[in-house]
């Protein structure tokens, strides 16, 4: 089963359990969203098309994220005339996972919108409980290679925590170096590891690379 939907003046084929990137919309992770401009819905061997929208079709969705697209270099020049023109643009995007599709104007059960509550809260507070004194789990610039343009930009895709990077799977990973623009470096300079050892207790690898050099002295 599959729909249609119309949302920030584009159009997307959504699915179950399916993630999708759309125009940005108000919302924090975990917030559940309806859309009620569905275009067409396929279920099976049926298919309804609206006119323009199906009646009684809604889609049900819960934001994963908010995240930014891609950086775009937008140039205009006139020849001759010496003018030129440079600008930079990101897009502003939200991450949506579809939970349900509902029709003849069925309500979003309660089971749609608990998943990521569930799963979301104790996180944060179970890895943190062993942090070094003086560590602030906040604080993902003690993770050795995270500099102040890296930091930034982490933090402009909504990555502001050392659980956040701990949990990080495969797939986040890819998706985060392709959209810092940093093939390969969360492995090369060991990210996740560093943050899982922070939230467990150990002190910053920098700061023991120098007590260690300093030893050596």
Known sequence: MYAVIKTGGKQYRVAADQKVQIEKLEGNPGDQVEFTSVLMVSNGSTIDIGAPFVAGATVVGEIASQDRGPHIIIFKKRRRKHYRRRNGHRQDLTSVTIREILLGGAKPSKKAAAPKKAEAAPAPAALASGLAEGVNADDISLIGGIGPKLLKGLNDIGITTLAQIAAWSDSDVERIETELK???????????????????????????DKARAKDQE
């Open 182 to 208: 940093q093939k390969g470096r969360v492995a090369r300079e060991e990210w996740i590891e560093q943050a899982k050892e922070l939230l467990a207790g150990k002190p910053p690898r920098a700061k023991s």
